[in-house]
């Protein structure tokens, strides 16, 4: 039986240091695999801040900036591009905050460039967001109620080549709308996302069940 008074042995001694950075190099390649869940941003936001307008604060990019999803999609906001914001509805902004502003800012740029160009599906560019937001720091329920915010209130759009135009709609330049708020109470969705923290599919149930005008007809369209 051995002495619990006694000291470690020289191999003991010997081969801490090598748990100790065994330890480190451990923690090091959790953080980046944790990174890498949410997804990470490329380049910075460099702008210009225009004064044409004294109502609405536009700011020219000076810089490509961009996010890449944690599969590798990248979206990428591109240098020269004026951004206003207005792509953030009015809801959004009464209850979380003004774009550009707080710990969603970087996630608030690609997603109004994106919002502007309309080249993707409505719906990938508002869960890019929410993914930008993780990024950005945002924890997981507040993104969510983000997310939530958006899909309820921000624009929608119909992209070229789609069954909507292709039926009713190809003479237009472009198709979009946003869901009708008047009279939704979007209170108890937001309280039950903050208890629950639902998947964002079921955001999306919880809100297509409630929202008016879903869509620029009243039939539902083709995906």
Request: charged share 25%; proline share 6%.
């Amino acid at each position: 039986m051995s002495n619990q008074g006694e000291r470690p042995s020289h191999h003991d001694r010997s081969t801490r240091p090598l748990r100790l950075i065994w330890w480190a190099a451990a923690l090091v390649a959790c953080t980046v695999a944790a990174a890498a869940d949410i997804g990470r941003f490329t380049g910075k936001v460099v702008v210009e801040w225009l004064d044409d307008d004294p109502f609405v604060r536009k700011m020219k990019l000076l810089e490509d900036f961009g996010f890449q999803e944690p599969d590798g999609r990248l979206w990428v906001a591109r240098k020269g591009a004026v951004l206003d914001g207005v792509s953030i509805p009015l809801v959004f902004r009464d209850n979380v905050g003004l774009p550009f502003d707080g710990a969603y800012r970087r996630a608030s740029v690609v997603y109004d460039y994106y919002c502007r160009l309309m080249s993707e599906p409505w719906r990938d560019v508002h869960r890019m967001f929410y993914q930008a937001s993780l990024a950005d720091g945002v924890g997981e329920i507040d993104a969510k109620v983000m997310y939530m915010t958006l899909y309820a209130g921000g624009p929608r759009w119909e992209r070229r080549g789609s069954s909507c135009f292709g039926s009713c709609h190809a003479a237009a330049p472009s198709l979009t709308w946003e869901p009708a708020l008047e009279g939704t109470d979007l209170k108890p969705v937001r309280v039950w996302v903050r208890q629950t923290n639902p998947s964002l599919d079921d955001i999306d149930r919880r809100l297509d069940a409630v929202l008016k005008r879903p869509g620029p007809h009243i039939f539902a369209q083709l995906r």
